[in-house]
């Protein structure tokens, strides 16, 4: 079933993608609605990277990188290697010299659900791996993956071609068809909290800005000035 | 049940305090009898904060941000503000704009039985965050909780105005009754421990300082000299 | 059954271990036929720190840690002290007053299966710990363990006397009697990698380095132009 | 600090408490606003047991069983015994032979923040535990803790004398002071859910017994016919 | 964002999918090509339960149970009902009447990423559901999610009338399209087994059943009579 | 490195073996000093099963399950099959077609640090398996590992030939060396055991059957009668 190789994809432009990993992580995600970030086990080896680049997807065995290999031949300039292992597996699946390798074509960086090595020397040629363990368990030759498929990865979706803003907060995927949506939000979304910024800096708080006043008395919401005020009124 | 908010709570003055963040979180731990520690889940999101301040405590449901906003209102200088899920959740509760705001407002720090994003910018702004998760998972303003009723936080109780002292090693409760107890103990512990220091320095081991030769004999320690000693002895 | 100290043990020379520490766990573990690595949830305390030394063995009861007291003076310059609770503990066993002691001895770190505390101290002083949390939790000493037989840590049998070589991507044990094949191992590894380094710093790539072409082509590797070929190709 | 027993705390009659195991945990905790439950880590050693009991509490130092000892000459008929490490620790406390023990003094069940052994023999018996691990490991008899203090219990505040419920959905505290109120909580409960159910059983659905279907439509729900119809309205 | 509701989608017809159930997870599992497998986290709430059915997805919040009650309507008989929370939840989203709602409308099961209750009750009443945790904590009714939409479960994309076999070793998605070839391959399979197990039932074993003798010779296997002969062997 | 496989090993006699499974892995367990104790993470596949057996053991590569087959050749009746993967791994290595090809053999159950798969159906034929996860996920037949090497499993040494212990408790091993120790000691245990259990069901307790109350109260252990003694005491 798998050994299929899909060379290519539609990449977007870099520099329409850029302005997702100003916007970060958190921004993004919140601008298009809350969908696609990848779960939380997934860390940088290292603080302060922040991609954004085109997914190209690999899946590989379990302590098996030959799809590695093969797939960076297919990398070009702005690629985010996304890296799926078929059944859980945290094995150093990457260490330097496919750090070396793919920073060489201009790959962005790796997102890997599995474990990665050599991460002093990937931090110090500025290679950022976003991995689910660090372990530098090797791996062998023998069994084929697919790539350039679509794969889900920390639970989430990716299809080969859709953005990942990767940094400190995490890893997200932002499909294809939803860039533009995506840096139309995210830009409304850095101009509000700017605004909101600007008025949390005046001294305002979220219960006036946001107008949550009236919605939580409403709720039931009930003020008491201290705990005896409470227990009084608890008991009486 | 839940939407209540107490406003006040006894505060100690942070003069008073702050020898506790000095003493850190492994010395006062000593030093009130090994009690109050959280559990090694609570990470800080940056090395190298060390704080002290006044419990205000917050129960919130899973992925509702409502009662953080509430808080923000009734946080005072000092304050160290404990966020707890009503059920375990890693969701994204606090970022840079409650950052901002709490920061402005005098507050130390947050403990974060939950999910921490923004964390770079909460890095450069200097303001820590001890949590369970760095995840950017957004959350909604829906349902109630609490804010200044007394709970558990990573197995531990709090009340409202007790102590949190947070470091590298972890987070703390002093509860309020206990302070000066702490206070005293732990400036005890540091002279003792200076004084250990010193004879360590000097080339003693804990085997002489604490006296501990003796009663490990009595409990039956048993030196060979080597391998071949032991083999000979267990075999004979 | 326990409180059996052996003293010593045969230790290699510190100069003949080195470059152990220079060649790295990644590369070790390779060049020794992938055995010998410690499990993944062994960090560091801080990044940075690289080691080789001799392997001091220590069992220790759960929350207590008289045995290290009692290691503290077996130690000598170049051990690396490896301590195992013998069941699942995380408590605080080693923090800044074992680490000025075993510094002052010479003991290049400590692997932990078990909790540290006072990192930030032990960071500044430069005695780094390999452990499997940070946790506070002082311990007692009440109850024997054994310095010096052989145990597991982490999922590896580790004997006294052997390798130890730790750094940022984990903790490695060499066995004694092969310490002279993985120097020679390493350093053949070492300028393997560096030749395939300029390979790979030419343009040419793993498929091509390691000949893996026809191996995969042979195992059924299919390449598509883009995914439209691919479904046509799969309902064709 | 430790080393407190505190004899007798003020029970409850067992024919006042037993509605509550009839009610079941999953009930009670609904009826008292949810609050209570303790951690989903807790499972039985086998399934069917449903208790309920007077809260017996007591605290044991990591891998020592001392004070289990202790606290079976304080156990009175009806009593569910609390035991909670100082620190986590998933070592066998709890055995046969304590089993029988309890049982013979009318103890209904224990609930354990660690290890269970003999779990075979424990259910032949019929003497239920809900604990963290099943591990044979060994306990020491050499560190006090304390009995009948107020404690935490996986994530829950207990103090003796408040009721535990305990079943195969988990185990919830219920306050002494609460109790009445939770008896004729969960009596309102079982009647509201019964009614519900014949409801139910008639063809009756959730969004029509509750209510929901304007709150839902002004919260903006959407009804599309199929896939198709979505596709055409997202994209129209 | 969400509050879609998709009613309706295509089924398959059950007498169809019946002998999925029949040939059960891991062998259907094999027979697609080892795809589709749900987490290992997923375990049933009781044993010896084994269903198939076609895929009603839903997409719930963080302890929120809102379009359970909106999806109860839609199913129809031999659905199986797949329910993930927008972010990682345990609560107790699915009960005793919840259970007795579906099962009354011929719902085969429930496929549920967070926690179930009644869990007792479920089992009376034959109505299995395969979950993350067994956890009574309550859920509101706030915040609405999708139904019907495709979702990422356990690791696996689902889509609406996709089917779904889950039984003792877990849950496996098969995709609608892919149906027929899993009846086909499954049949083929079994009858495979069947071959091979009169084989083995014969005292053949796998090395010649499979033809791996000669594989595994040039890969380098090599047979020692006894441990001395492999020591003289490694040392000669 | 690998692909070792030593086809025999020192058995010891089933009939002098079986007290061992009599006795249980809690009490062997104590008998020989508290060693050899498997993690609790090592579950059976169903409940009940008691065995005990002479240890093969088997490395296999992550996600790959050929040294399984090599194996099933050199089993002998009253064989226990412990299995490690070389990397963590929790892929299904074992179903029932291995099950019975072992069973008919006489082996007697399987250890097994990954995933087990057609769980009823092993149970169905008695062929009791304990694993660290079940998951149906399937392997492959690419790479060597080892048989018959010593090898670590959930943290214990195992040597080909040591006898393995199992039940409903966990898993132990007994090195070959020791299996007269264990048997004699296990004897002498039972029967104090015996004794003692007759004491308790008399109604002695642990606090005079093991002679602790002066060593107790020596330590500091205080009683006091009430929660108002306590809170005078504590304060006057």
Chains 1, 2, 3, 4, 5, 6 share one sequence.
């Not at 916007?23 to 939380?40: D, K, N, P, Q, W």
């Not at 793919?102 to 599995?114: A, D, I, N, Q, T």
């Not at 090797?138 to 498929?149: M, P, S």
Request: some cysteine; aromatic content about 6%; charged content about 25%.
């Amino acid at each position: 079933m798998s050994g299929i190789v899909v060379r290519n994809f539609q990449r977007s432009a870099l520099d329409r993608l850029s302005p997702l990993a100003g916007a970060g992580v958190a921004t993004v995600h919140e601008a298009i609605g809350r969908v696609g970030l990848m779960a939380s086990h997934l860390r940088p080896i290292y603080p302060g990277a922040s991609i954004v680049g085109n997914a190209l997807t690999v899946t590989v065995a379990p302590g098996d990188n030959t799809m590695l290999h093969v797939a960076v031949e297919l990398c070009q300039e702005g690629d985010v290697v996304v890296v799926v292992p078929t059944s859980p597996c945290e094995d150093g699946y990457f260490g330097d010299l496919f750090g070396g390798a793919l920073k060489g074509r201009g790959v962005r960086g790796v997102v890997l659900e599995g474990g990665c090595r050599d991460v002093r020397t990937l931090h110090e040629m500025g290679f950022p791996v976003w991995s689910k363990a660090i372990f530098a368990q090797g791996t062998v030759k023998e069994t084929l993956g697919d790539i350039n498929l679509p794969l889900v990865c920390a639970g989430q979706r990716v299809e080969p071609g859709d953005a990942i803003v990767a940094d400190d907060d995490g890893v997200l995927v932002v499909p294809r068809a939803r860039i533009d949506e995506a840096l139309t939000a995210a830009a409304a979304r850095i101009e509000k909290e700017e605004r909101n910024r600007l008025r949390f800096a005046a001294g305002e708080i979220g219960l006036d800005v946001y107008g949550m006043r009236e919605k939580l008395a409403a709720k039931g919401l009930t003020y008491y000035d201290d705990a005896a005020a409470y227990a009084k009124r608890s008991n009486g």
